[in-house]
């Protein structure tokens, strides 16, 4: 894709895109307007699984940006319909999470359990404790599968960088000794399901996103042409030595780039 006024389909991260913890971006309503405006096809998709798509939804209204649960993918939700592909419903999951990360699982089929299961799945726990580590890594130990949300280290919030799903399953991982497979971005999968949610084609869909190693990473490996934000968590550098294929300070930035690719059409 040479222009952004090509761009019929976007998939959108949130945190250091959209907002920074509680913090929205500047003009963030306008971008939404924008898009509504223009009839660009949108999905947010978020390796954060400690909200449910509702609670991300209520949490951008609140911002003044109107989005539907159902324009939202999180990394749990991609987390459970990537297992239903291996396990019937019925079959016990053990989480270590947050209660939405449970929701996803509940949505899908899963039995929550604490033994005789077949997957844990891992993700930020704020409520983390010795126990819970216990055991989550006991399960592993015994032979269950370990699949992580994702392996980001860390999550940017208003208040700096916050512990993140790779910082809980390092944890795990050293306790059991058992690797973990990672759901969220930058693996395919979340990228198949969104694009087959909006009924996207590669060649005309663009990823955001301010995490180079998972956004602009995923992003290429589907295919996507890939816009980074300097908004969070990686730097013009870092953005360039990937390939990045446009580079803006944030979406305000990124909206004005847009538009004067419209009117130059
Ligand atoms: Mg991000």
């Known amino acids: 894709m040479d222009s952004l006024a090509d761009i019929k389909h976007l998939i959108l991260d949130m945190d250091g895109v959209l907002y920074r913890g509680k913090e929205p971006m500047p003009r963030l309503q306008e971008f939404f307007a924008f898009l509504r405006k223009q009839h660009i096809i949108f999905m947010l998709m978020t390796n954060n699984a400690t909200r449910t798509p509702q609670e991300r939804a209520d949490q951008l209204a609140a911002m003044g940006a109107q989005v539907s649960p159902a324009e939202i993918l999180v990394s749990g939700q991609a987390a459970a319909s990537y297992l239903r592909r291996d396990y019937p419903a019925g079959t016990r999951v053990h989480v270590f999470g947050m209660p939405a990360l449970r929701q996803a699982l509940t949505e899908e089929g899963f039995i ?27 399960l592993l130990q015994g032979g269950a599968r370990f699949l992580a949300t994702n392996l980001d280290p860390n999550i940017p919030s208003e208040d700096g960088f916050l512990p993140g799903s790779g ?99």
């Not at 300097?230 to 909206?255: M, N, P, Q, V």
Request: hydrophobic share 50%.
């Open 167 to 265: 910082a809980m399953v390092a944890m795990l991982a050293a306790a059991s000794g058992v690797a973990p497979a990672g759901v969220g971005k930058p693996e395919p999968i979340m990228y198949e399901i969104a694009m087959a949610q909006m009924g996207a084609r590669p060649e005309t869909t663009a990823a955001v996103g301010d995490r180079v190693m998972t956004d602009i990473v995923g992003g290429k490996r589907a295919g996507l042409t890939t816009i980074c934000v300097l908004s969070g968590a990686s730097d013009r550098a870092e953005a360039e030595a990937a390939g990045t294929d446009f580079i803006f300070d944030d979406i305000g930035h990124l909206l004005d780039g847009w538009q004067a690719a419209l009117l130059s059409r």
């Open 112 to 138: 929550i359990a604490d033994d005789d299961v077949k997957v844990v799945v891992a993700s930020v726990d704020r409520d983390v404790n010795f126990e819970k580590v216990k055991i989550a890594s006991r």
